[in-house]
């Protein structure tokens, strides 16, 4: 009886934070509204987060006060869980108050944080890795091309733990569809470097989600980016979703205040978590760890479906030790793959919460490139969060660890950043969802990341849409000044969000826009406007610019649009292109209305899309 009022008690208070939460004042928020162009070159241009200050200062060691806390017990997970698990439900405290924070700590995480979406943001990523590759020591992931493999049953809804094998060269992966029905192949990293091979043997077991299905079909490594199965039966789900998340925690001196908050708001991800519409069977667990002279270099706290022995396990961790900035993640990791007892049927989600690099100079058994490939083989996303102090080494491994495993990387912001980024002066050009970066609060990011994942697993999936943006007249800019910031930030989405990467020997042309004869001169004044952008651009190499509406004319294409694939090549062989950049405009009663998609001339695929809104007092 006295656990049933133990858990009233921690619901009800959990409520009473989520109220308390969202009646705060909107400062303590991250503004979802325009920034400065120099806080946007910050974030997003050289893709890293330089340290921010912290709401509780840090030393000028880096180290939080938490540093000299008293050593926690030995034997801490066994010990936490025969506590939880006493006859009177009673929750008894091992270590000293200071280390859990008292009573007094807030009750929600008041921690911002960023995240990006390296996967979505392919040709943003490899720009990344190839940018800042020769200032760290990078983990031996190629993933310089990427080939997505789509299952869908016969409704078009994504299957998950399909069982898939590529093969090429005497080298193989194998792996496991995820909740949205994917599994990444990188062949610059399944060919090991041999750039002769050409060939991929694909192998599809539907497993439990799909009984009987077997597709047996050979991929061309330089096909199509994006190969879409469909079955001709209906996905099998379990009446509960099993859902296995485990937090991977950096626990040396300098992570207290992380530490602190996440205690503070596990109770309001569990709520939330649990009261989906999606059943699910929701397990929690850590991997905690330190580095080799502390008192331990991996802890684990196994995975459990009941809340207080978490709680109670959380609650006795505290940061302690450290002293040098590299940390044993790598140990961390491997317990994650192989000592955590995952459901083989379930969402596999991993956070990684750390401000220091990992030591890739130790000499062991076990690497972190085998345990990330190991951990895509067993179809774990692994989140990686990097707080305030964390170096380029640190986050360079981080988004690596991430993107290859299909998740996300997010980055702590302290609450001290603006949000959205925008170009331009204040309300001529603002970039809705989608940016490079987006903000919110930590234990929001968790719960919306967690929730999308589940989402694929019902009817209606939750696929977040891609970032559009939206051009007004504003009387302090000129019209064409709007219209070129407009255009310079789509062109550089439609580079960020392809799902190929470009060579330099890759030629790009630009058709003129789609339109009714109504709009014709709009659509011509703005076509001008994004070939002047695309110039511009230093990743996109024009091709020498010939009569394009003349052999449209010829081709009849002028006003339909391309979009069957004997035009695009047709198209791409006529102008010398290896892209295009077609354009299709729509008026509305206040607006213009552009959609833009860059076409890979070879396979007639859309390798990226995005859209503007532009008020029709910017065109002619």
Known sequence: MKRLELLIILIIISIIAGCASSGKELSDKVPAGPSTGEEKKEIIDTGRIEKMPAADEKTSSGKSASAGMAEPPSGLPERIFAEAEAADGAVSAIAPPSARGGSGAPSRSGLTAGYSDDNRQYGYFVNFLNEYRDMVT??????????????????????????????????????????????????????????????ISLEIDGGSGLPGFTKRMELSRNGLRTVEIAAQQPR????????????????????????SRLK?????????LTEMSVAADLRFGMVLYKDEDDEYVTNVIPLTSDIIAFRTAL???????????????????????????????????????????????????????????????????????????????????LRQIAQYTSARYIF???????????????????????????????????????????????????????????????????????LD??????????????????????????????????????????????LLS?????????????????????????NTGVTDEA?????????????????????GPDSYELFLRMVRVETAEVLSVTRAVIDKSLGI
């Open 138 to 199: 990078p983990l031996d992931l190629n993933v310089e091309d990427r080939i997505m493999i789509s299952l869908k049953d016969s409704a078009g809804l994504p299957v998950q733990g399909a069982v898939v094998r590529a093969s090429a060269s005497g080298y193989s992966t194998v792996g496991i569809t995820l909740a949205d029905g994917t599994f990444q192949i990188n062949p610059a990293d399944l060919f090991r470097g041999n750039r002769s091979a050409r060939k």
């Open 236 to 259: 099998v789900l379990p009446a509960r979703i099993p859902l296995d998340i485990v937090f991977v925690m950096d626990t040396t001196g300098s992570m207290g205040e992380e530490i």
């Open 264 to 272: 503070n708001t596990i109770n309001i991800i569990h709520m939330n």
């Open 315 to 397: 609650d006795q961790v505290y940061a302690s030790g450290g002293g040098d900035t590299p940390e044993d993640l790598v140990a961390a990791l491997g317990e994650l793959v192989n000592t955590i007892q995952w459901n083989r049927e379930a969402v596999k989600l991993a956070y990684v919460i750390t401000d220091a690099p990992p030591h890739l100079d130790y000499l062991t058994d076990y690497s972190c490139e085998e345990a990330v490939r190991d951990a895509r083989e067993k179809g774990i996303k692994i989140f990686s969060i990097g707080t305030g102090g964390l170096d380029l080494q640190g986050e360079y491994v």
């Open 412 to 482: 702590l912001t302290y609450g001290d950043e603006t949000g959205e980024s925008a170009g331009g002066a204040q309300g001529s050009v603002s970039h809705h969802t989608g940016s490079n970066w987006s903000s919110d609060k930590l234990e929001s990011i968790i719960i919306r990341f967690t929730r999308e994942e589940l989402s694929y697993l019902t009817d209606t999936p939750d696929y977040e849409e891609d970032g559009w943006f939206e051009a007004d007249k504003i009387d302090a800019e000129q019209a064409s000044e709007t």
């Open 485 to 530: 910031k407009l255009f310079t930030q789509a062109v550089e989405q439609l580079v960020d969000y392809s799902t190929m990467k470009f060579s330099e020997d890759n030629l790009f042309a630009v058709l003129p826009f789609s339109a009714d004869d109504a709009d014709s001169a709009a659509a011509e004044y703005f076509y001008e406007h994004l």
């Open 534 to 558: 695309v110039s511009k651009n230093a990743d996109l190499n024009l091709t020498e610019r010939k009569d394009i509406s003349q052999i449209l004319e010829e081709l009849k294409l002028q």
């Open 567 to 587: 035009s695009v090549s047709r198209l791409g062989e006529l102008l010398n292109a290896d892209t295009l950049i077609i354009g299709s405009l729509f008026s």
